[in-house]
């Protein structure tokens, strides 16, 4: 009766009384069973009710074996919150042992700061130390060195280094070996150097893990010079360096692109009788990755000729293949693995696998992989289960997708974050809220507390248009302790899309002091959804913050008058990314000679980084100026700026726009055998084929076409497919379209283009109306936008009127610039005035509806007209916003010539 009671005690209010009454009792618990006490022990203690379990606790005898096991359930919980971080549960339990007697465990306090040392979290570990000094008395060697590794993971390695110190004969190789990792693992190679340098000049000896530190991390800095040497030094102390030591000499090797140098090592071993292990090969191989594919396959087959491929091998030879797109190749060397291999495939191996075939869009190849899994072990993976639920969500089978989330709980296997995100993205674009609402009651009975998972289920509720509920969601993590600034992020957009303005105003007022990401994020988002005011305002209020940060926001607002002014007027150090935000966005706006003006400025007064360099390209390639653009790269050279990739792409981008094939030709020449091609080909390659394009060259553009794999073709299928249409080779361009079973998005909005322009408007309505159901993708404006394109080339623009005015989609500048290119080629004025005056009205401050009238009228001889609108024009302080017609490449939608990681 009293074990029925005690479990009854989980699901009533009477658990406190049964808890307590056991404590004025002093009786002993009466559960008999060990397996029993230990699961009871363990979910009492997993409650939230601080109270309930500290009762617990001190109804237990100590020393008694209960009081064992609820130290090993305490133990345990500190274990998890440690593996996952989950700084919050470690305050939960160690506000629960400093009431009880287990505050004098030095153990279990130390676990606890070793716990707050992983999730980085200082305040709760300073806290720990405190009540170690003040319960136990002396803190140990380890309660030092979780303090110190907790300060070096925060980034306070001046802090770490003076607690180090104070502990002075008390400090081991433990203490040292924390410390030293965590500082290689930070990329602080420097400040390694000199704790290993001051850790010798201690009695304390380095030990394998010392070296095995020191060496990994000047592998991945790519210094093979210190790691050989620290190699040396480990030799001459008497210590033997194992195949891991070897593999990480390789991979510096191979990382600082020394490969000849690698290849020597790996003949010295075999010279000397150390045969490469399946390890070293294992890190050659890793390191081949960022070589490409085929150096990965090579190697790989050369080590299968002498030792047996493990399944980390087989796993680095899949993801290349992965990567590279190849996923027909992935499937077969995943075969392979299976019937030939003596190890297994594991977890990663099936991750690779279905992550390609999903990127892929090979939905139903992965359904059918998991299938044929049942009754083995990976069948009880929750990340397979996971990859089916993404792969049904993806391809539009919502039903199947939940039928699969409500069989593998059934299995009892628990959903992760993938599975979570999956049925709520699917859910987000049916604006299924019903679902929205069940998946939040389950992440809540499953506790599934997510920074990521709660932040989509706001976008989600947002989404459906329930902003209480996002709220809601919002403040649950508040609870948590688990704010996020994506999760802030999301709350904005949410008030932005449900159009309470006051919310978000609400957001930047004090006592809120919001980040300066934040600033620009909101501001920006406001100004894209047309709240104009509220921007300037937020504006306004952030005057008296960063100057830089100032002119970079007025920048992507498009307010270049005032952010020149302040760029002028500022009195302290311009920052890089200042410089390439305010000439980005001129340039974005069409204004290229003030761009090029920045840029000169820039120049006279330091020399500016590569990425300005490549903007200003960018701007003399806009304007037409090819051999500017040429002059400019022979003046980087002389300043010692070194061309980088986007250098390349930029002149090919101006040569695209001058139209001029040749030249185009000659920086192939020159790109062939040159490093910075060497290290990313894709990028150039892409280009070189989009620029030849561009050109008209079709038999230069087949030749690089042609250099593609089978798998990368469908990378680039969209550019050839255009260029043949441009070209009257249509039935060219739909073979290209019909080698991908699963054509991209990029692939068929190229093909819609395709039949606009070539005059087939039957062909384009066909695949404007199997969009959605053959090749099951959710139309997009673009889609809309090139069926609008095809009307309106073939006269049909009655129909591509009716086509916004029915409310099917919201027309953009490309949809009324596709009407008046129609309505220029057949002579339309009347419906061609009412599309500009529907444009003003979009876009009051764009000059391209005035341009393509003006262009109208004098074709006519209408000249008053085309005066008329002149005069507006150029009194109306408009500019040019980039309207254009749909372009060879996607990436000409974006500043091809600035590389995004230099800012």
């Known amino acids: 009766e009293g074990e029925r009671r005690f479990v009854m005690a989980f699901s009533v209010n009477r658990w406190h009384d049964m808890v307590h009454h056991t404590h004025r009792t002093r009786s002993s618990l009466p559960i008999q069973v060990d397996s029993q006490r230990r699961s009871l022990s363990m979910e009492i203690l997993q409650s939230k009710d601080k109270n309930a379990v500290v009762s617990f606790i001190r109804a237990i005898e100590p020393q008694s074996s209960d009081y064992e096991t609820c130290r090993s359930s305490i133990n345990q919980l500190l274990k998890s919150a440690t593996k996952s971080e989950n700084w919050i549960q470690l305050k939960h339990l160690h506000s629960v042992i400093q009431e009880t007697d287990f505050r004098g465990d030095i153990f279990l306090q130390n676990k606890i700061l070793y716990g707050f040392m992983k999730a980085k979290h200082v305040p709760g570990g300073l806290e720990v130390f405190r009540r170690i000094n003040q319960y136990i008395g002396q803190p140990d060697k380890y309660s030092y060195t979780y303090l110190i590794g907790l300060h070096a993971e925060s980034d306070n390695f001046g802090e770490a280094r003076r607690l180090l110190s104070e502990m002075g004969d008390q400090a081991n190789i433990f203490t040292w070996n924390t410390l030293m990792s965590i500082a290689g693992r930070k990329d602080k190679y420097e400040l390694l150097l000199e704790l290993f340098e001051e850790m010798r000049k201690t009695k304390i000896k380095p030990d394998e893990i010392t070296w095995n530190t020191m060496i990994a991390a000047m592998s991945r800095a790519k210094k093979p010079v210190q790691a050989r040497w620290l190699i040396d030094e480990m030799t001459a102390s008497g210590g033997v360096p194992d195949s891991t030591i070897w593999g990480h000499m390789m991979t510096a ?325 200042t410089w390439v935000e305010i000439i980005r966005s001129h340039i974005s706006y069409g204004e290229c000679e003030k761009a090029l003006g920045i840029f000169q400025e820039h120049l006279k007064n330091t020399i500016p980084h590569v990425s300005v360099w490549n903007l200003a390209l960018n701007a003399l390639g806009k304007l037409g100026k090819l051999q500017e653009a040429l002059d400019l790269q022979l003046e980087m050279s002389k300043f010692q700026v070194e061309s980088n990739n986007y250098t390349y792409a930029a002149l090919l981008f101006a040569c695209g726009e001058a139209k001029d094939a040749e030249i185009t030709k000659k920086i192939e020449r020159n790109l062939i055998g040159n490093s910075t091609f060497a290290k990313q080909p894709q990028i150039l390659q892409r280009k070189l084929l989009s620029t030849y394009a561009k050109c008209g060259d079709v038999g230069a553009a087949e030749r690089i076409f042609r250099s593609y794999s089978a798998a990368d073709k469908k990378l680039v299928s969209n550019i050839m497919i255009r260029l043949y249409a441009k070209n009257n080779f249509i039935l060219k361009a739909e073979e290209i379209f019909n080698l991908n079973k699963k054509p991209f998005k990029l692939n068929i909005l190229a093909m819609q283009l395709a039949y606009a322009d070539a005059g087939l408007v039957d062909k384009a309505r066909d695949m404007y109306g199997r969009l959605s159901t053959d090749y099951r993708i959710v139309p997009t404006i673009e889609n809309h936008n090139a069926f609008v394109e095809a009307l309106a080339v073939a006269n049909q623009l009655d129909e591509a009127e009716m086509l916004f005015l029915e409310g099917k989609f919201k027309p953009n500048a490309q949809t009324f610039g596709s009407i008046m290119r129609g309505c220029q080629l057949h002579g339309d004025f009347d419906r061609a005035e009412v599309m500009m005056e529907k444009w003003q009205k979009l876009d009051p401050m764009d000059a391209n509806p005035y341009t393509i009238m003006i262009g109208m009228y004098e074709s006519a001889d209408r000249k008053e007209d085309a005066m008329r609108l002149r005069s507006l024009l150029e009194s109306g302080n408009l500019r040019d916003r980039g309207w254009k017609q749909p372009s060879w490449d996607d990436d000409d939608q974006e500043m091809e010539a600035v590389d995004d990681e230099d800012d």
């Not at 140098?261 to 390191?287: I, R, S």
């Not at 080590?303 to 087989?314: E, G, K, L, V």
């Not at 049925?423 to 990521?452: E, F, N, P, T, W």
């Open 253 to 577: 090797y191979m990382g600082s692109d020394q490969r000849a140098d690698a290849m020597h090592l790996k003949e010295t071993l075999e010279t000397v009788g150390f045969e490469p292990n399946t390890k070293v090969w294992n890190q050659y191989l890793h390191a081949l990755e960022s070589e490409g594919v085929q150096s990965v396959t090579t190697a790989f087959r050369e080590m299968r000729r002498n030792r047996t491929a493990d399944t980390f091998s087989w796993n680095i030879v899949l993801r290349s293949h992965a990567n590279a797109g190849m996923v027909a190749d992935v499937v077969l060397l995943f075969e392979e693995m299976q019937s030939r291999s003596s190890h297994p495939p594991d977890e990663s191996t099936y991750k690779i696998l279905f992550r390609s075939l999903i990127d892929a869009g090979m939905y139903e190849t992965a359904i059918g992989i998991f299938n044929s899994l049942h009754g083995t072990s990976p069948y009880g993976w929750p990340s397979t289960w996971s990859f089916i639920i993404e792969a049904y969500v993806k391809s539009d089978k919502m039903i199947d997708a939940m039928t699969k989330f409500e069989e593998m709980r059934q299995l009892g296997l628990a959903p992760n974050k993938q599975a979570w995100m999956s049925l709520l993205d699917g859910a987000q674009m049916k604006k299924d809220a019903m679902m929205v609402h069940y998946l939040d009651q389950m992440i809540q009975s499953d506790r599934c507390q997510d920074v990521q998972v709660e932040t989509c289920l706001i976008k989600s509720y947002a989404v459906c248009n329930l902003l209480e509920e996002a709220e809601r969601v919002f403040q649950r993590m508040d609870n948590w302790g688990f704010r996020h600034n994506i999760a802030k992020y999301a709350l904005i957009d949410a008030y932005i899309r449900c159009n309470r303005i006051d919310k978000v105003l609400e957001e930047f007022q004090l006592p809120k002091v919001p980040t300066k990401p934040e600033w620009d994020r909101t501001i920006h988002r406001l100004y894209k959804s047309g709240h104009y005011m509220a921007a300037l305002q937020l504006l306004d209020q952030m005057k008296s913050g960063n100057p830089n940060f100032l002119v970079q926001v007025l920048s992507r607002l498009g307010m270049l008058g005032k952010a020149r002014a302040e760029l002028y007027n500022m009195n302290c150090t311009i920052s890089n990314q």
